[in-house]
Structure formats: C-alpha cells, structure tokens
C-alpha cells in the first residue's frame, strides 16, 4: 500500500485524464452490449418479418451508436495516452529531482547502472501498466458483467454455460499465473547487471582495448543477456498454453451454444437474433476473461518495478539543511573535535578514528599518507559530503551541520579523485563553478590551473566542444581544467584530492605559486603522493590506518615522523613504492593498509 500511495501521488495534473479514460471506456461498453440486441431486432423483426422500416430505424441507431462507440475509444486512447505518459515523466522528474538531494552516502547504496534502469526501464514498465488499469482493467471485467447481465437477460440457461465456463477459466488462468510471476519478478533484477556491464564497457572502452578483454566484456554482456533470456523463455513458456486452452474454450462453448441453441429455436424458445445476440456476448467474455490475464501479467511485471521506483522516491538524504541555517562563512578555519566516521551506521569499524585537528585560515596543507589511510574520507567531511558519526567538524568557527549546504559548498570548494567534465564546450564545464562568469574571468583561473596556454592551442580555444567524459582531452587537461573551475568560485576553502597526480611536477609547482599569489588568503587542502608537493605546504598531516600519525611542518616531521620520512626515503632515493616499503617497517611507524573506501589517494 505505501508504494501504491508514493507511486499515485505522482500522477498530480493528469488526474482528470486518469479519471475521464475509464468513464469514455464505460461508455464504449455500454455501446458495444447494445448493438447485439439491435442487431437481434433487425434480424427477428426486419428481415424475419420483411419490415423494412425496422431494418432502417434500428439500422440508423446502431450507426450512430457505432459512431458514439467510435468516438468513445478515440477519446479514451487519448486520455489514456496522455495520463500514462504523462504518469511517466513524472515518477522519472520525481526520482531524478530526489536522487539530487542525495547525500554521498545514499548513493552509495545505489549503482549507477541500477539507477539508469528504474529511470527507463522500470518507468516504462508502470507508465504501459498504468495504462493498461485505466484501460483494459476497466473495459475487460465491465464487459464481461455487462455482456453476462445481457446473455442472462435473454435466456438464463444458455447463459449458464458462459457463466461455467468463465469459472473454469480463472481458476486455470489462476493456477498459471502464480507459477508465471515468480519469473518476472526475478526479471527485472538481471537488468541491473545488464546495464552495468553495458555502462562499464562503454565508459572504460580504452582500457578494455589496452588489455585485449573485449572477449571477456562480450563474455560478461553475453551471460547477462542469456540470464534476461532464459527468465523470459521460462515465463513464456508458462504462457503457452493459455492462449490454446482459451480459445478451445472459445470453440467448446460456442459448440455448446449453437447445438442448444438450435433445439431452442426449433421448440420455438428462442429467435434466431437472440442467437446471435448470444454468441456475440459469447467471444464478448470470453475476450474479456483473456484480457484481464493479460493485465495480471503486466501488473504482476510491473510489482517489482514499483517497488524500486518507490524506493528511490521516498529516500530521504541523510543531510539536510537545518532550519535558520548559517549562510555566510566568515573565513577559512577548520577544527576537528575528537571526529569518528563510518561510511556506514551499522559499521563495525571506524575509517576515521580520534580526529582532533586545527587549521588556520589562509593555511596551505599538505596531507599524505597510504592507501586507504583515510585522506579523502577526511576531507570529505568539510564541505559536508559525509556527516561525522562523532564529534564536530567546524569550518568558520561554526558547526558544518549549522549551515546552509548551498553556502558552505560554495566556500569549500573540492576537486575529487575522479575528475570529471561535462559534454559542452570549455567554458560551459568553467562556468560549473560560477554561472555568470566572464570568459576573462574563466580565462585568469585557467591561467592560475595552467589551463590557459593549451586551451588556446584547440583551434576553437575556450569554444571546443568537450566529448562525453572528457575523453577528448588528456588526464592533466582534464585535472586543470577542473581545478580551473573550483578557483572560478573563489571559494574560501580550496581542497585538491590528489588533483595533479597527472600533472608533472614542474607544472604542479607552477600551479600552487599562481594560487598561492593570487589567493593568499583561501586556505588550500593538497592530498598527494609526492613528497615534493608535500614539502611546499605549511604543515602536513600523515595519516595512519584512519588516524593522524603526525601534523606539523616538513621539517619537523622529517625529524620526527618515522611515515613521512618513509615517503621521503622512497621517493628522494628512489626506493620504490612507497606503501610496499611502509608496509613492511616497524608496528610503531607503519602504514597499514586497510580496504577503506574505494577510489581513496
């Protein structure tokens, strides 16, 4: 019942169009049980009793209740149409509009692929239900009622025949049914793992390439598409023998009929009209039987679709504003008061243990540390990705939790692991961080990203399109680029999550003296892997297995700190990898690896 009410409280405008296409499809009906009759009159009055102004009065009535009829179905196929569609687009708004709010940790519990298929699939799956309720769920059982009351009306026993063979049949199509169900309910799970396989292939074709997996990706696709398969022959299968039972049905009774039939007639106990009359309500139920197994198969499709659709829907983020939220952010400080996190509630264990951490404003920081030491976990708390699960991160003196998440996003501005670019041109992907900005404006922070001179070597410069992905531009481009347009928000708080990993090192200094000249004031957060970027910030926090192993200046902790002079070691000496090595020394400086959250520097 809760899915019923999520998914009816998104039909909202096409009510009216929802209520009119069941009673155009009533109307239908009505005509559709009436011309047998007529048809009976001309047959017994009109031609039996050559009375030919019969045959033309009932014949012009028949006509403009054909046209009442016709006019009637068109007008409920409109209807119908525009409230199913309709329906559609606005569970696909509703689900798109609320997987906005969600906060990182919801959509964790969602991927990627499994999103794209209750937008498309499990929509168009309830829209042609939906359709089919204010449709076919109408007309079949009205039908059926209206044409059994008729048959009945003109001789009960011969109609005690349809009334026998319409039980049978739902007890049959019944026990069929809840044998077929089971099928599709299981259906609709295997597209997820299609869509995924088909996402996974496309978006990361040149890798597949480089390693010559394209038949392993085809392996993959294959068996997701033969599991869609086999579910369906299974189901269909199920099906097979509705359709010959139904119409040997069919056939039976109307044997049945015009056998009885025939003897009524020759004792003078029934027309040749009522005959006909009776046989044309005959295919009337039973069609109507027929169509209403047909509905319970597509709604019975249609169960699990509404289920997933109505999940999506009714999640609620797990961050919200709070009510009179803060929406200025005086400067860029941040503190970590004694911060626990968990990616999850019911986690055993913390990724982030014991934090206890005070920056200035202004500040530039360096953070290093191994795999899954805990580096983005860490800063994703500031701009209020994730909430902490203990303690208080405070970004202005203030609690994250007091401020409006538009404005603190605003002044805490994060370039994330994974860079990514939108289809458009350069400056639309610039404009990102700030929508009325000028193009000298997008031109002086690509200079500040050392963006600016290859930008101006694309024939088109700052007007080339950039192809879904970004594929069209290199790794560092693309890390410039969008470290170009988090500086366009001129944000107080600047975090770079190993951001110019694909950027050398020369031009990597470059970028950091352009920001550190022109935003003297914007405290800058740098994860990194280099020991040479580490060594131009202020301080630098180490991190260790979720906690802070160290937080000083290079120099000191070059003194002091048995990690940070391990990545020293490893990369001024070329010792190797540096997790490797760190792995291997002592309990009390090492750097355990822990599987952390996936994609972490």
């Keep these: 019942m809760k899915t019923i009410r999520i998914l009816a409280g998104e039909v909202k405008e096409f009510k009216l169009s929802s209520i009119l296409t069941p009673l155009f499809i009533v109307l239908e009906v009505v005509v559709e049980t009436m011309i047998p009759m007529l048809m009976a009159t001309i047959v017994d009055k009109g031609i039996a009793g050559k009375d030919l102004s019969v045959i033309v009065k009932t014949g012009t009535l028949m006509l403009l209740l054909a046209l009442c009829g016709l006019t009637a179905g068109i007008l409920a196929g409109v209807f119908g149409a525009r409230a199913s569609m309709g329906f559609g687009r606005n569970l696909r708004t509703a689900m798109y509009q609320n997987i906005q709010t969600f906060s990182f940790s919801n959509i964790d519990r969602y991927s990627p692929s499994g999103l794209v298929t209750r937008l498309t699939t499990d929509v168009v799956n309830i829209q042609n239900a939906y359709q089919m309720i204010l449709k076919m769920f109408v007309r079949a059982p009205f039908s059926m009622i209206a044409a059994m009351t008729a048959a009945f ?4 026993r011969i109609a005690r025949i349809y009334l026998i063979a319409v039980i049978c049949l739902a007890v049959f199509l019944f026990l069929i049914m809840g044998r077929t169900t089971k099928f599709f309910r299981m259906v609709f799970t295997k597209y997820d793992a299609l869509n995924e396989s088909v996402e996974e292939n496309v978006a990361s074709i040149r890798v597949v390439k480089a390693f010559v997996r394209e038949d392993y990706e085809k392996t993959k696709f294959q068996t997701a598409v033969e599991n869609i398969y086999r579910l369906f022959v299974k189901a269909e299968n199920n099906m097979i023998i509705v359709m010959p039972v139904m119409m040997g049905t069919v056939y039976t009774v109307i044997m049945l009929i015009s056998w009885t039939g025939a003897h009524m007639i020759v004792d003078s106990s ?78 055993q264990g913390m990724v982030l243990k014991d934090i206890d951490l005070h920056i200035r404003s202004g500040e530039t920081i360096g953070i290093i540390g191994g795999t899954g030491s805990g580096k983005s976990s860490l800063v994703s708390l500031i701009s209020r990705l994730y909430d902490a699960s203990e303690g208080t991160v405070r970004v202005g003196g203030r609690d994250v939790r007091e401020y409006d998440l538009e404005s603190l996003r605003n002044q805490v501005a994060v370039v994330l692991q994974q860079n990514v670019l939108f289809t458009g ?37 700052y007007g080339t399109q950039i192809s879904q992905g970004g594929t069209n531009v290199s790794g560092g481009q693309k890390q410039r680029l969008c470290i170009a347009r988090a500086l366009l928000k001129d944000p107080k708080i600047l975090i770079l999550d190993d951001s110019t990993s694909a950027v050398d090192t020369a031009t990597d200094a470059r970028i950091r003296d352009a920001m550190a000249k022109a935003k003297p004031g914007m405290t800058k957060i740098i994860i990194t892997q280099r020991i040479v970027s580490a060594e131009r910030a202020d301080r630098v926090i180490v991190m260790d297995n979720g906690r802070i192993s160290g937080f000083d200046t290079p120099e000191a902790l070059l003194k002091t700190n048995r990690i940070y002079q391990d990545i020293y070691e490893a990369q001024k000496e070329g010792g190797g990898d540096f997790d490797i090595r760190a792995a291997q020394s002592d309990d009390s400086g090492s750097v355990r690896t822990d599987s952390g959250k996936g994609g972490e520097a």
Excluded: H
Aim: glycine residues 4%; hydrophobic residues 45%; aromatic residues 6%.
């Design 153 to 156: 009306m003109i001789n009960a």
């Design 270 to 347: 029934l027309t040749t009209g009522e005959l006909m009359s009776l046989l044309n309500y005959c295919m009337n139920i039973l069609m109507s039987l027929m169509m209403l197994s047909m509905i319970f198969v597509m709604v019975t499709m249609s169960t699990a679709s509404a289920q997933r659709i109505a999940e999506v829907i009714s999640e609620k983020s797990d961050i919200v504003n709070p009510d009179n939220p803060v929406r200025v952010v005086s400067d860029g400080s941040i503190d970590f008061d004694d911060v626990d996190f968990a990616y999850r509630k019911d986690s």
């Design 425 to 461: 041109t350069i400056l639309d992907n610039l404009r990102w961080g700030k929508k009325d900005a000028t193009e000298e404006e997008c031109r002086e922070a690509c200079r500040m990203a050392c963006a600016d001179d290859f930008i101006m070597r694309f024939p088109d410069g």
